[in-house]
């Protein structure tokens, strides 16, 4: 089975612009979750979708937004880009919630530059 | 609100020799899980070892076992028989089991270098 996967990759943006991650789930899994790692605050929660409703979100400002459609699959978008928001943005998805079920695998991220 | 910590910032190992790393928890709530996951170089974190607040035994998934003492509010992860592979930051994270959401709480990690 395939696992998680996003793109881009790699993403080189500057002040001002706005950007959209994607992620693909592990297919049957039905959440999926959003974290932004960074040598400073290290890994924190964005939100997670289930069937396309935001379930849970963290302590990020509205410029952080995502959606889930009906596939399962996720965009994450960052508007009016700051230089604080390089980073690594992992995505990861879990069958379920809460157990062995809602244990997340994850992607192998996107890795943010802003200029 | 949950709170991770791991004290070890960094750690050598001998390859072939054990390694515990240390992990403890904060939390309020009676129904949770704890997990373990590796980050290599590469920036994936791979998921090694689940642990619920309710099991009884310690988790145990081929050369990681996690030492539960829940009373001491900690979940040290062991790995046995260490490899060159096992190079990486390892975190430890909790999930608080509710009706909605797989949020996790993450530590700020431990990296650790196997030495041949």
């Known amino acids: 089975k395939a696992g998680v996967t996003q793109t881009p990759r790699y993403l080189i943006k500057t002040r001002g612009q706005q950007v959209t991650l994607s992620c693909s789930p592990i297919?049957?899994?039905?959440?999926v979750s959003w974290y932004q790692q960074t040598p400073g605050q290290g890994l924190q929660f964005l939100f997670e979708y289930f069937s396309e409703t935001q379930r849970n979100k963290g302590n990020f400002p509205g410029r952080f937004s995502g959606r889930q459609f009906s596939n399962s699959r996720s965009e994450m978008n960052v508007s009016t880009l700051e230089l604080g928001d390089s980073a690594l943005y992992l995505c990861a998805s879990a069958i379920l919630a809460g157990g062995p079920r809602g244990t997340q695998y994850f992607g192998p991220g996107t890795r943010l530059t802003v200029l | 609100a949950q709170k991770i910590t791991q004290t070890q910032p960094g750690m050598f190992v001998q390859e072939k020799e054990a390694v515990t790393l240390d992990c403890t928890y904060d939390t309020s709530d009676q129904s949770y899980g704890l997990f373990w996951y590796k980050q290599p170089s590469s920036g994936e974190m791979i998921f090694l070892i689940y642990?619920?607040?309710?099991?009884?035994q310690n988790a145990t998934e081929g050369r990681y076992s996690l030492n539960f003492q829940k009373a001491r509010k900690s979940a040290n992860l062991v790995i046995s028989a260490s490899q060159l592979g096992d190079s990486a930051m390892y975190f430890c994270?909790?999930?608080?089991?509710?009706?909605?959401?797989?949020?996790?709480?993450f530590g700020g990690g431990t990296r650790v270098l196997v030495k041949p």
């Open positions: 994270a909790m999930q608080i089991i509710k009706a909605a959401g797989n949020k996790l709480t």
């Open positions: 642990q619920g607040s309710y099991d009884e």
């Open positions: 297919s049957g899994h039905r959440s």
